[in-house]
C-alpha cells in the first residue's frame, strides 16, 4: 500500500533575470588589443562610453562601480606588460577597462532545481503552528555552471509555504583563501583524488611539512611555464593548485537579503559547478547550532565532495572532505553526532548506500555498506535524498531509487537511533514517483530531493521535477512511520 502524498500547489522556476556580473577575459593577447584601444581614447570619451555603461547596468547590480575596479585589478599584470603605469590611469578610465572585463550570467536561466529545506535560526514573532524555513536549491545557467541560492518562507499550521519575495541584486561573496597547509593531509587528497604521484613528487619533496600557498603556486606555476611539458603532468599539476586553492572563507555583506546571496563557483575545483548541497541544522553535544552542507564541486574532469559551514548565512566556511569514504557524490551528514562521532551517509561505489562514523567532520574513511537496490524502482543505484530526520521511533531517511529508463523516484527507510547501520524498515513502493506533467525538464523522469523537515507532525519534502523546476510535497508522519514499521 502506497503511503498518502500531498502534493502542494507552489512552483519554483527558472528567472532568467536573476543575474551577476561576472569576470571575463579573453586571454593576454586579446585583452591587450582592447585595452590598447581603451587607452587611445580621451578622457571626454571614457567618460561618455563609461556614464552609458552604467546608465545601463547599475540598477541592475550592487555596486557595479566596485566590480568594475575589481575586475581591471585582475588584468594589472596584462596593463603593466604593455610598459603602460597603471597608477597613472584615471579613476574613470580603470573603471571603463574593468566594464570591459565584465559580463553578465543568470544564474537560474536553465533551472531551479535539487531543494533542500531547513528550520531558519530566527523562529521570533510567529504564530502557533508556524515554523520560518530556508530553502537552497541548484541553479543552472548557461553551460550548466551551477551554483546555490536561497528562499525565505513561513510554513503556517496547514503546512501551507508563504515565500517571501526575492531581492532585486544578487550578491557574490568576498572570498579569503586558506594560506597554510599540512603537507601529509594535502599529500593524502592528491592520492584520493588519483593525481599521479610521479607528476607531482619533485615539487612535493621540496616543501616543508608545513608550506605556504604562495609558495606552492609559485613553484606549480614556474614548472607549468615550460611550454614543452605534458599534458599528463600539466593535469597533475593544475589538480594541486585547484586542491589549495579549493580552501575558503566566503563573507556576505550584512546589507544583503538572503535571496540575494548566490554562492557562486570561486576555485578551480569548482570552476564547472556546485552540485546538490544537502544542507543540514547540525546541534552539537554543547546544544549549540550550525548549519552545514554537503557537496559536489565539479571542475570539468574532476569530482571533490566538499563542506561548507556558517552560523548565520553572511560567513561560510568552505573546505574539501577527506578519507576513502569521501569519494563520489551523495554525501549527508546527520542532524547530530551518534555515540560521540559525527556520521555520514554516502554512496561510494555509485550504487549502494553507505554509512560512516568519524571524530572529525572533514574526514571519512571505513565505510559500512547500508543499504543494496533491492526493488526493481532501484535497481539501477540507490542514495539518500538529504541527511537524516530524528524521530522518536528511529532515523527516518529518505531515499532515491534509479529504475528502468534511468527514472528517479524516492522513497524512505527508518534506521535505529542508537545503531544506523540497523534497517528497521524500508517502503516497498515509491514514496513519490514522477507524475505525467512532471515528467518534462532538462532531464526527463526525475524526482529528486536534498534535503526535508519535519513540521506539524508532517514531512515537508521539497523536491526538483526533471532537473528543472521545483515544488513540495507533504506527508502525514503517522502514516509514514506505520508504513515503514510493517515494511519488514
Not at 581614447?41 to 545601463?56: A, G, I, P
Not at 593525481?195 to 609559485?218: G, H, N, R
Not at 562521532?341 to 554512496?347: H, I
Not at 526527463?444 to 507532525?457: D, K, M, R
Request: some cysteine.
Amino acid at each position: 500500500m502506497r503511503v498518502p502524498v500531498i502534493r502542494k500547489n507552489i512552483k519554483f522556476t527558472p528567472d532568467s533575470k536573476r543575474v551577476v556580473a561576472r569576470y571575463f577575459i579573453n586571454g593576454d593577447e586579446r585583452t591587450q588589443q582592447m585595452v590598447a584601444r581603451i587607452m587611445m581614447l580621451d578622457e571626454k570619451q571614457v567618460l561618455e562610453t563609461l556614464e552609458q555603461t552604467l546608465r545601463e547596468f547599475a540598477r541592475r547590480h550592487r555596486n557595479i562601480s566596485a566590480i568594475f575596479f575589481r575586475h581591471c585589478e585582475k588584468i594589472r599584470p596584462v596593463i603593466e606588460g604593455m610598459q603602460i603605469d597603471y597608477e597613472a590611469i584615471s579613476l574613470d578610465r580603470k573603471m571603463l577597462i574593468g566594464s570591459y572585463c565584465t559580463m553578465e550570467y543568470a544564474i537560474e536561466s536553465a533551472a531551479i532545481f535539487n531543494p533542500s529545506i531547513i528550520e531558519d535560526f530566527d523562529q521570533s514573532g510567529l504564530e502557533l503552528g508556524e515554523k520560518r524555513v530556508i530553502i537552497s536549491f541548484r541553479a543552472t545557467g548557461e553551460g550548466h555552471i551551477s551554483s546555490i541560492v536561497f528562499r525565505r518562507g513561513i510554513l503556517d499550521k496547514d503546512n501551507n509555504l508563504q515565500v517571501m519575495k526575492i531581492g532585486h541584486n544578487i550578491d557574490k561573496a568576498e572570498i579569503e583563501h586558506k594560506t597554510l597547509f599540512n603537507k601529509e593531509r594535502f599529500l593524502l587528497k592528491l592520492s584520493e583524488m588519483h593525481t599521479q604521484d610521479k607528476y607531482i613528487a619533485q615539487i612535493m619533496q621540496d616543501l616543508p611539512d608545513e608550506f605556504e600557498f604562495a609558495v606552492l603556486k609559485s613553484m606549480v606555476n614556474t614548472t607549468l611555464s615550460d611550454p614543452s611539458i605534458r599534458q599528463e603532468r600539466r593535469t597533475a599539476l593544475e589538480e594541486i593548485i585547484w586542491l589549495a586553492d579549493s580552501f575558503y572563507d566566503l563573507q556576505f555583506k550584512h546589507d544583503s537579503d538572503i535571496t540575494e546571496r548566490v554562492i557562486f563557483p570561486i576555485s578551480d575545483s569548482e570552476s564547472r559547478g556546485i552540485e546538490d548541497a544537502r544542507f543540514v541544522r547540525f546541534t552539537d553535544d554543547d546544544n549549540s547550532s550550525r548549519v552545514m552542507a554537503t557537496y559536489t564541486a565539479y571542475n570539468g574532469h574532476t569530482i571533490l565532495p566538499k563542506l561548507i559551514s556558517t552560523e548565520d548565512f553572511y560567513t561560510f566556511r568552505v573546505m574539501p572532505l577527506h578519507g576513502i569514504g569521501a569519494q563520489n557524490k551523495n554525501l549527508a551528514l546527520f542532524p547530530r553526532k551518534i555515540k560521540g562521532k559525527y556520521a555520514m551517509l554516502a554512496r561510494i561505489d555509485g550504487v549502494n548506500n553507505y554509512i560512516m562514523y568519524s571524530d572529525r567532520v572533514t574526514q571519512w574513511n571505513t565505510p559500512i555498506l547500508l543499504q543494496e537496490p533491492r526493488y526493481t524502482w532501484e535497481f539501477t543505484q540507490i542514495g539518500n535524498c538529504g541527511s537524516p530526520l530524528w524521530t522518536t521511533e528511529g532515523w527516518l531517511v529518505i531515499t532515491h531509487g534509479v529504475g528502468t529508463m534511468r527514472r528517479y523516484c524516492i522513497g524512505a527507510s527508518l534506521f535505529d537511533l542508537d545503531d544506523p547501520s540497523k534497517e528497521i524498515g524500508r517502503l516497498e513502493e515509491p514514496l513519490l514517483s514522477p507524475l505525467e506533467d512532471e515528467r518534462e525538464g532538462y532531464v526527463p523522469n526525475v524526482v529528486y530531493s536534498c534535503g526535508a523537515i519535519i513540521h506539524n507532525n508532517s514531512l515537508i519534502l521539497p523536491y526538483a521535477v526533471s532537473d528543472y523546476s521545483s515544488t513540495y510535497a507533504i506527508v502525514d508522519m503517522v502514516d509514514l512511520i506505520d508504513a515503514l514499521k510493517k515494511s519488514k
